[in-house]
């Protein structure tokens, strides 16, 4: 996994990554605006839209990178650049002694690439005026932008968009990732998003502590997982998942399957008289219990998941308190998270698995306070209910009992259908029963998740039981 960092804290890394390569913060800027390039240099004819900080510093080192190597490159200037910081201004200076053409409006030229070099990750105000005027304008035209270090009018700490935002085809974040990048409008704002590092060394790093970090393929616990040929089911643990009540069968029914998947021996699941029977015709793999108390896996099962199809009436309820008071290992989802809310607390041993809506309710608060700061949002429910917490979305949030947060860049839109929720629970559940604690399965299986719904190549026809049937066993 690598680490990635708040606004706050991205001054004293470039700091100390200037003072560690013994150089000094101008020569660092040429450095990112070279990493950059590298990615501009397949154009011919350029526009740079440069703004009021040392981000508008990195885009003069661009454009004066495609002039000399022959390039047609102009700045569109939207502030005097005398008035730039000192770094910038130099960039600024040493650009138009080379006879670099400034611009402070844009007519009908046309251009094959615009970069973004307005806003860095220091904006946390509302973009308006004239920035406003030249973000929009930047989105209206049909040629390839590219976001030096983030997309302008993107907020670095949460992925709020600030009013307006750049709609970035590429994003080209140097030195190091920042959370706005991976959650809540990140992803649509950057397009594909890449990182120069600058081959800084990994003790500037050390220096400037993080508690959030991005997850990788390699973050998954197959090693956790290995298994050896002379072994039976009863090996790999066994799981009771409660829900499926008042016509939601299918929710259990996907979170039962999700749980064979992922590799656990046993998987039984509970429902009502009614629709009990009817388990077996879909998926014959799956154990079956009429009513919590008929369950026969209850007593010695190694996890219990609790929430998909589950309900919020009075059944609902008494099923949910009978899983809790096992004391087993626990996943709690779906409508049991809406039940629980201020109301239970837990021994470090359960995962909650909640959509922004949920979370709300379990911080007693509304949908945009949670989108506003994703992190946040999962760092206040692991510490307030004493869980890992798993915040679905996009950029899927995870927070551990000790608030240190994971995010998953994996995963794309098509994956916004019924019961992909109902999926993941049932792989933390199958990977929990299998003996990963809950932050690695609840990482692993987040993983997991996303890629498989990557790998169906099914785009905005995506279904959740697509996601099941191409569940990795090997995540490469």
């Known amino acids: 996994m690598k680490n990635v960092y708040l606004s706050s804290q991205i001054k004293s890394i470039d700091k100390l990554a200037a003072e560690y390569l013994n150089i000094s913060s101008y020569e660092l800027m040429q450095m990112a605006g070279m990493s950059v390039y590298a990615y501009v240099q397949q154009f011919e004819n350029i526009l740079v839209v440069a703004g009021a900080g040392n981000n508008a510093g990195d885009g003069y080192v661009i454009a004066n990178m495609a002039r000399k190597a022959g390039k047609k490159a102009m700045v569109w200037s939207l502030i005097n650049p005398e008035k730039l910081p000192v770094d910038a201004k130099r960039a600024a200076n040493d650009y138009m002694q080379t006879g670099g053409e400034i611009i402070n409006k844009v007519g009908h030229q046309e251009f094959d690439c615009i970069v973004d070099a307005i806003f860095g990750t220091g904006l946390c105000r509302e973009v308006l005026g004239d920035f406003a005027n030249a973000i929009n304008w930047i989105n209206q035209q049909k040629t390839t932008t590219l976001a030096v270090d983030i997309p302008s009018g993107l907020e670095a700490d949460t992925g709020n968009v600030l009013g307006?935002?750049?709609?970035?085809?590429?994003?080209?974040?140097?030195?190091?990732?920042?959370?706005?990048?991976?959650?809540?409008?990140?992803?649509?704002?950057?397009?594909?998003?890449?990182?120069?590092?600058?081959?800084?060394?990994?003790?500037?790093?050390?220096?400037?502590?993080?508690?959030?970090?991005?997850?990788?393929?390699?973050?998954?616990?197959?090693?956790?997982?290995?298994?050896?040929?002379?072994?039976?089911?009863?090996?790999?643990?066994?799981?009771?998942?409660?829900?499926?009540?008042?016509?939601?069968?299918?929710?259990?029914?996907?979170?039962?399957?999700?749980?064979?998947?992922?590799?656990?021996?046993?998987?039984?699941?509970?429902?009502?008289?009614?629709?009990?029977?009817?388990?077996?015709?879909?998926?014959?793999?799956?154990?079956?219990?009429?009513?919590?108390?008929?369950?026969?896996?209850?007593?010695?099962?190694?996890?219990?998941?609790?929430?998909?199809?589950?309900?919020?009436?009075?059944?609902?309820?008494?099923?949910?308190?009978?899983?809790?008071?096992?004391?087993?290992?626990?996943?709690?989802?779906?409508?049991?998270?809406?039940?629980?809310?201020?109301?239970?607390?837990?021994?470090?041993?359960?995962?909650?698995?909640?959509?922004?809506?949920?979370?709300?309710?379990?911080?007693?608060?509304?949908v945009k306070t949670v989108q506003n700061n994703r992190v946040l949002a999962a760092q206040s429910i692991s510490k307030k209910y004493q869980t890992v917490t798993v915040l679905k979305g996009s950029g899927t949030v995870i927070a551990d009992n000790n608030g240190t947060i994971y995010i998953c860049p994996y995963g794309y839109s098509g994956m916004a259908t019924a019961g992909m929720g109902d999926v993941l629970t049932g792989i933390i559940t199958g990977l929990m029963a299998q003996g990963l604690t809950c932050i690695s399965a609840a990482i692993s299986a987040t993983i997991c998740h996303a890629l498989a719904a990557e790998s169906c190549h099914k785009g905005n026809g995506l279904l959740a039981s697509d996601v099941i049937n191409q569940i990795p066993y090997e995540i490469k």
């Open 164 to 366: 307006c935002a750049v709609n970035a085809d590429m994003t080209i974040t140097v030195i190091c990732y920042k959370v706005g990048l991976l959650t809540n409008n990140g992803k649509d704002q950057c397009g594909s998003l890449y990182c120069e590092d600058l081959e800084i060394p990994l003790e500037t790093y050390r220096q400037v502590k993080s508690e959030i970090f991005m997850l990788e393929k390699s973050d998954f616990n197959s090693t956790g997982l290995s298994r050896k040929h002379n072994s039976h089911k009863g090996l790999f643990g066994s799981v009771v998942i409660a829900g499926g009540h008042d016509g939601m069968l299918g929710a259990l029914i996907l979170s039962g399957q999700a749980a064979l998947r992922s590799g656990c021996g046993l998987v039984e699941v509970v429902s009502n008289n009614e629709q009990a029977v009817m388990i077996s015709v879909q998926c014959p793999e799956l154990m079956t219990a009429s009513s919590i108390n008929a369950s026969r896996l209850i007593d010695k099962a190694d996890v219990i998941a609790v929430g998909p199809g589950l309900g919020l009436n009075s059944q609902s309820k008494q099923v949910l308190l009978h899983c809790i008071e096992q004391k087993k290992p626990i996943v709690i989802d779906a409508d049991a998270l809406t039940l629980i809310a201020n109301t239970c607390q837990f021994n470090k041993n359960a995962v909650l698995t909640p959509h922004p809506k949920e979370a709300a309710t379990l911080l007693n608060t509304d």
